[in-house]
T-cell receptor
């Protein structure tokens, strides 16, 4: 069935460094790829998303790139801050508003 | 605009009991999706409701059911609870009306513990 793989599962960076999280998907029909940030005790919060007609999208320190040929997409966070510490999930979409999520990446930003 | 609200936030039940969780979507949103989050299985799609109709269903047993009311509020029910049903149950709302996948906004979740 449909699968989304996410790497790495944990990522530790120094404050100010960049962080990159990568995901691959298997369904060639997928056309919407959101990224969510989940802090302890809270629900996932959408931080950025990209649709298949766009290769890259940027919002301040956050950017997402999409390679449909290779079926992978990545989240880039620049100038990381301690408040960026959280679990990040990638997802791809299917008909009926169904999202398939990656396994998550625990990002730790050390001050 | 108020976000997605879920009640209750925490529940403790025993095996064999049933439970009902509630979700109120963002005003104007007509689609409500439910997800189960566990440490072992991650985030998994349960089902989606739009205009009081189940539009899509994930791979969960029939003990998991849901419904949506005319005001778009949704409930999900789990009958004959098992220990493995302990999880964070998340509700997400979206407009649901356009021809493409809509942005989904999640609530804080209901933490269910089955003893």
């Amino acid at each position: 069935g449909e699968n989304v793989e996410q790497h790495p599962s944990t990522l530790s960076v120094q404050e100010g460094d960049s962080a990159v999280i990568k995901c691959t998907y298997s369904d060639s029909a997928s056309n919407y790829f959101p990224w969510y940030k989940q802090e302890l005790g809270k629900g996932p919060q959408l931080i950025i998303d990209i649709r298949s007609n766009v290769g890259e999208k940027k919002d301040q320190r956050i950017a997402v790139t999409l390679n449909k040929t290779a079926k992978h997409f990545s989240l880039h966070i620049t100038e990381t801050q301690p408040e960026d510490s959280a679990v990040y999930f990638c997802a791809d979409s299917h008909p009926g508003n169904m999202l398939t999520f990656g396994g998550g990446t625990r990002l730790m930003v050390k001050p | 605009k108020a976000g997605v609200t879920q009640t209750p936030r925490y529940l403790i039940k025993t095996r064999g009991q049933q439970v009902t969780l509630s979700c109120s979507p963002i005003s104007g949103h007509r689609s409500v999706s439910w997800y189960q989050q566990t440490p072992g299985q991650g985030l998994q799609f349960l089902f989606e409701y739009f205009s009081e109709t189940q539009r899509n269903k994930g791979n969960f047993p029939g003990r998991f059911s849901g419904r949506q009311f005319s005001n778009s509020r949704s409930e999900m029910n789990v009958s004959t609870l098992e220990l493995g049903d302990s999880a964070l149950y998340l509700c997400a709302s979206s407009l649901g009306t356009s021809g493409r996948i809509g942005t989904q906004y999640f609530g804080p979740g209901t933490r269910l513990t089955v003893l």
